[in-house]
């Protein structure tokens, strides 16, 4: 790894240079300009946290650009140390790891979720950057509105009640391929991933067509562009990016405010989450926020686990082999061929929702590993009340706390084999050794869905399709090259290389 890059830049960011470089402030840096670029241990003494300077007045702004190695390098920089701190514009920032910063982080309630993620991720669209007068609740009161409406629109009937047509959107999407030929997954799984989504948590005027639901993912697309570091931490400061995410969120905020008044004006209802909402008295503003955030937070994990579990199974044969048996031996159980169905949606969607969570044990190993290969990335907290002492360290109230997921996920000493698919074996005396959905205070609350989607996109793909992975070449990749690229905050997808699932129809289904 480049000992340099802590130090290292990002200049294709024009708005911050130029927001930089007035004369006084190079003068300031090129006076400091050994000391700025330099990594510094700022005290010997073992009680405080050791603290890496970055650019006068950014701080580390590779934080943003290259974030996993940012965070790695760091821990490679101080190897004796539980953390380090460092600095973005005027906040404090302190990575950590280990074990007992993972009690710490994960578990108590002094540390801000939401907090933590507004300042240093961004991401989704904000209602109030399109209506002025909105007024977000405060933490406590938007998690529990959240819980409340999440869990009711996930729950184990309504997911029954929208199986058929989860199956009809997925047969409709992969009859388009045709008997055989290739797909790039991150592409066309995402794609599918869209649509299930918006049908479990929007509105039919949307999920029932097609091209609105190709017109909502480019606006997904633009959002998440927009998130760049100059649009998060200098919001005051103009720039392409922030202008085109607000473009974006207003176009999606005025789409979903169109169809709700065209219901109203109408006196119309729909079988969806969209109609739930309403009926729970929320305001038009309130609904759309809850709908957009939904979206976003269900379909980026989503997507990218639906793509990269392909790729780890054509790696593993004997478990592909494993899953195969296993969807059929769902198959058999609940929608025996000889019953004469007439679509493989309609026989998909005989598996209650129970037989999904509860009868597909090899698929949900196979699942786990993939998500434990994948998610390495940075999650987030903030002190919020009052100084707090972690591993005999004292960390300021106001603070930022950085875990990087992949400390846990690529830890030797809990996996014994990190960088093979459906490793064998795990420490489980390690506390929250597995954090791919949420542990202690914050689990993943659209974990059941999250499955089941994933699940079902397995089941009628390999009920139908033989398929490999291959590269740009046409040739099997090396296992060596289907990396993510940790550094990209939105879309781990493969680092330096495209991958395809070049697939053949079976000549009998499952």
Not at 179 to 187: A, M, Q, V, Y
Not at 345 to 373: D, F, K, N, Q
Not at 432 to 442: D, E, P
Request: hydrophobic fraction near 40%.
């Amino acid at each position: 790894m480049n000992s340099s890059f802590p130090l290292y830049f990002e200049t294709q960011h024009p708005e911050v240079v130029a927001a930089i470089t007035s004369p006084q402030v190079v003068a300031g840096t090129t006076a400091a300009l050994g000391a700025a670029l330099a990594w510094y241990l700022l005290t010997t003494n073992n009680s405080q946290i050791k603290k890496i300077r970055g650019w006068p007045i950014v701080g580390q702004w590779s934080f943003f650009t290259k974030r996993h190695d940012f965070v790695m390098e760091g821990f490679h920089r101080t190897p004796s140390e539980p953390m380090f701190g460092f600095n973005i514009l005027q906040h404090n920032v302190v990575a950590v790891r280990g074990e007992e910063a993972r009690k710490s982080f994960f578990d108590r309630r002094d540390l801000s979720f939401t907090e933590g993620y507004r300042l240093l991720f961004g991401g989704s669209p904000e209602v109030k950057d399109v209506v002025e007068e909105y007024t977000q609740k405060d933490d406590q009161a938007q998690l529990s509105s959240f819980i409340r409406r999440l869990s009711s629109l996930l729950c184990m009937d309504r997911l029954a009640a929208l199986t058929p047509l989860f199956m009809s959107d997925l047969e409709r999407n992969m009859t388009k391929w045709g008997p055989s030929g290739k797909f790039d997954p991150f592409e066309d799984i995402y794609s599918i991933v869209f649509q299930l989504t918006i049908r479990a948590a929007s509105c039919r005027e949307i999920s029932d067509s097609v091209e609105n639901c190709k017109r909502m993912e480019k606006l997904y697309w633009l959002v998440e562009k927009g998130s760049t570091p100059t649009s998060l931490l200098l919001p005051w400061l103009p720039s392409t990016s922030r202008k085109l995410k607000t473009e974006a969120t207003t176009e999606l905020y005025n789409w979903f405010d169109d169809i709700i008044k065209a219901r109203q004006a109408e006196n119309r209802r729909e079988e969806d989450a969209l109609q739930d909402l309403l009926d729970m008295g929320d305001s038009t503003a309130d609904v759309i926020q809850f709908v957009l955030g939904t979206l976003f937070a269900g379909i980026v994990n989503t997507g990218l686990m639906s793509a990269w579990i392909f790729i780890f199974l054509d790696q593993e044969p004997q478990w592909k082999a494993k899953v195969v048996a296993e969807i059929k031996s769902l198959l058999d159980k609940y929608a025996p061929v000889s019953r004469g169905y007439f679509s493989a949606a309609e026989r998909l969607s005989e598996i209650p929702p129970e037989a999904w969570e509860g009868e597909m044990p090899v698929l949900e190993v196979c699942l786990r590993e993939t998500i434990r290969l994948i998610v390495s990335g940075a999650l987030l907290r903030r002190v919020i009340k009052g100084d707090l002492d972690v591993a005999g360290k004292k960390i300021p109230n106001g603070s930022f706390l950085v875990y990087l997921a992949g400390e846990t996920h690529s830890n030797p000493d809990i996996y014994p084999e990190p960088a093979r698919h459906v490793s064998h074996s795990q420490d489980k005396s390690q506390y929250h050794a597995f954090l791919g959905w949420g542990v202690g205070r914050h689990p993943c609350l659209g974990r059941r869905f999250a499955q089941y989607e994933i699940k079902s996109i397995c089941a009628m793909f390999l009920s139908q399709y033989d398929y490999e992975i291959v590269n740009s070449k046409g040739v099997r990749p090396d296992p060596s090259t289907t990396v993510p690229d940790r550094n990209n905050l939105y879309q781990a997808r493969p680092k330096d290389e495209t991958f395809y699932i070049k697939y053949a129809k079976r000549q009998q289904s499952l």
